[in-house]
Every structure is written in structure tokens, then in C-alpha cells.
């Protein structure tokens, strides 16, 4: 008889609001990020499991986990285009394509969800800001005359990659997802961050510092992943809104806007900069005045997180079903290219040297 109220204290806990007065987020959206967040962290232990045993040469080897490909999304990109001129998903990195496919759903029907919710790279540049405001008391912004150019950046890199993958003809697109180069490009991936160059490690130095100071920093200026995922959003559904005669223009919802949109003036925020990360929702201090709507019908930020991760649940399970989120490669063909991507065929197809 006791666990029905016990059920209840716990979703009530996981529905409630974490973080000061003017600084708050929903603790359902911190818990869903972790969560995902972690089982990033496992897919690299079990994919460092898998390099150590290639290099060994002991097959068969540990089970190399397709959820690593999450790291390949240009990768994922191609395998797009690729699928329609083929008509098969290719079995090389089947995982990065299906899971491009799905944040692009993510973004169609519930905004840039999967920035907010779902991006390990989201979740640290916010535990980062959120550092920088306990150090220095808030987060510093750009004066407007330098903000747009600097966003104007994730645009640049998105057409530029983007424009790359479409130039590339059915039969040039074939041969880099076959490459060597490619078939240990997740192999690759992982190498770069652990054993990061100097001018590896000074980048990515400066960005972790700049989100510091910058909510956000590499988010807004340079994600060329999050601008794709912004310009399907434009399609979507959902719309935070704002009721115009509770509203009291306390202007908290700007505030603690991690996209930094004027929600206290807009009816409706349709901007492709939105992450549906819900936070002016959860700061609002007045009832129902500012609300989440899909097609017109609110929703609770509860069941919006049950959508997203839902949904995200869907494709990985549909992918396992219909065979398409492992890749085809054998153990044995993976000693041989992973004992060997050090040599010249291994470059990127189209630039001399290894």
C-alpha cells in the first residue's frame, strides 16, 4: 500500500525544478542529459575495450559498440545521400546515419531537442556556464554588433559540409564510405582525443574556457550540427507560448534563455536558435504563462521529455530490429586496417599523406 505514495514523491522529485530562483531548470531534463551523457561515457570504455583487442590482434574481439558513431556525423550525413542514390543503407557506419536521421525527426517534430536533451557536448558546455556563474556571479554575452557574425559561423561550416556531401556524385560517394580511411574513421575519432595534438589540446582548451565565460560558446558560434538541426526546426510543431495577460515582464525567461531570445516579448518563440530545452518555462514565476504546445495541444514538460526520449528509443530499437545499426565489417578485417591505419591509404581520400 506504501508504494503508491512512494511512486508518486519520486515523480514529483524528478518533475520539480532544480537551481536557484532566477537560474532554474527542470530536474527531469539534467537527469535525461546525464543519462545520456553516461552511456557515452560507457560506449568509450567498451570501444577502448575493442581498439586494445584489434591492436592485439586477439579475435574474436569485444563487441565494438555502433552508438560510438554518434561521434561521426558528417559520416552520417553521407550516408544520407548515399542511402537515397543507392537505395540501401550503407554497412560501413549504418549507426551514424540513423542517428543523423533521427535528431533531424527530433528537430522536425519537438525543436533542436536533441541539443538540449540529448548532446554529451550540450551537457558539458552547460555544467561549464553553469561553473562560470557560481565563479563570477553570471555569464557574460557579446555585444550585439559581434554576437550575429559570430553566429553566423555554425551556418558557414554547416553550408561548407554541406555543400561538400551533395557536390560528391553517386559513385564518389560510394567510394569514400568504402575507403580505407573511412571504415576506421570512428577508430580514428577516438585516437584524436586521446592522444590530442598540441593544437588539439589548445582548442579545445579555448572552447571549454569560452563556454565558461559564454553560455553555450561552441554551441551558438561553431556547431555547424546544431545549425542544420535549427534550420529542420523551422518545420516543427511545437512552440513554447506566452500569455500575454498573466504575464508580468519579469523578464527571468530571458535571463536564463540559453539561446538568449526575447521570450517575455514574443507570443510565441519560432526562432531556429530555440533547443526546446524548456528552461524559460521552469523559471517562469506565474502559472500557465508561459506553456509548451505541440500542434496546438499543450503538453507537460514530462511528457515532452517522454517524447524525445521516446522517440529517440524508437529509432535505436527500430534500427536493431531492421538490421541496420551494425556495420558489416569482420574482426578480422578490423585487426588487419587498425594494426595498419597508420599508413598512406589511410589518409583522408583527397589529401596526400597518412
Given amino acids: 500500500m506504501s508504494a503508491l505514495p512512494h511512486g508518486r514523491s519520486i515523480l514529483t522529485w524528478i518533475s520539480g525544478r532544480a537551481g536557484s530562483l532566477t537560474d532554474r ?3 527531469v531534463r539534467l537527469l535525461v542529459q546525464a543519462g545520456f551523457a553516461f552511456t557515452c561515457v560507457l560506449l568509450g570504455i567498451q570501444f577502448a575495450r575493442f581498439y586494445t583487442a584489434a591492436m592485439a590482434g586477439a579475435t574474436p574481439l569485444p563487441t565494438r559498440p555502433p552508438g560510438a558513431e554518434a561521434f561521426l556525423p558528417i559520416s552520417g550525413l553521407m550516408g544520407i545521400l548515399d542511402w537515397f542514390y543507392q537505395g540501401a543503407l550503407n554497412p560501413i557506419h549504418p549507426a551514424a546515419t540513423v542517428l543523423v536521421v533521427v535528431a533531424i ?11 538540449s536533451w540529448i ?5 558539458f558546455s552547460e555544467l561549464l556556464a553553469r561553473f562560470g556563474r557560481w565563479s563570477f556571479g553570471r555569464n557574460f554575452r557579446p555585444w ?4 550575429i557574425p559570430l553566429r553566423s559561423l555554425k551556418y558557414l561550416l554547416m553550408a561548407f559540409f554541406v555543400v ?8 564518389e560517394l560510394a567510394d569514400f564510405i568504402s575507403s580505407p580511411y573511412n571504415k576506421v574513421a570512428d577508430v580514428k575519432m577516438g585516437l584524436f582525443f586521446v592522444h590530442m595534438s598540441q593544437v588539439g589540446i589548445i582548442v579545445m582548451g579555448s572552447l571549454a574556457v569560452g563556454s565558461v565565460f559564454i553560455q553555450g560558446f561552441w554551441c551558438r558560434y ?4 546544431g545549425a542544420l538541426l535549427g534550420l529542420f526546426s ?12 498573466t504575464c508580468i515582464s519579469c523578464e527571468r525567461c530571458d535571463a536564463v534563455c540559453m539561446a538568449r531570445l526575447p521570450v517575455s516579448k514574443s507570443l510565441a518563440v519560432v526562432s531556429t536558435e530555440c533547443t526546446g ?3 524559460c518555462l521552469a523559471v517562469c514565476p506565474v502559472k500557465d504563462t508561459l506553456v509548451v504546445q505541440v500542434g496546438g495541444r499543450r503538453v507537460s514538460h514530462l511528457r515532452y521529455a517522454a517524447a524525445v526520449v521516446g522517440l529517440f528509443a524508437v529509432g535505436y530499437v527500430g534500427a536493431q530490429v531492421t538490421g541496420l545499426w551494425h556495420n558489416q565489417i569482420s574482426d578480422e578485417e578490423y585487426v588487419e586496417r587498425i594494426q595498419n591505419m597508420n599508413g598512406p591509404e589511410y589518409g583522408h581520400p583527397g589529401m596526400d599523406g597518412p
Fill in 144 to 147: 550585439k554588433w559581434l554576437d
Fill in 25 to 27: 531548470t527542470f530536474r
Fill in 222 to 225: 561553431m556547431c555547424p550540427y
Fill in 277 to 279: 530545452c524548456l528552461d
Fill in 105 to 115: 525527426l527530433l528537430a522536425i517534430l519537438l525543436r533542436k531537442s536533441f541539443c
Fill in 234 to 245: 523551422w518545420m516543427s510543431p511545437t512552440r513554447v507560448k506566452r500569455n500575454e495577460s
Fill in 119 to 123: 548532446c554529451p557536448v550540450g551537457f
Fill in 164 to 171: 561538400a556531401v551533395v557536390m560528391m556524385g553517386a559513385a
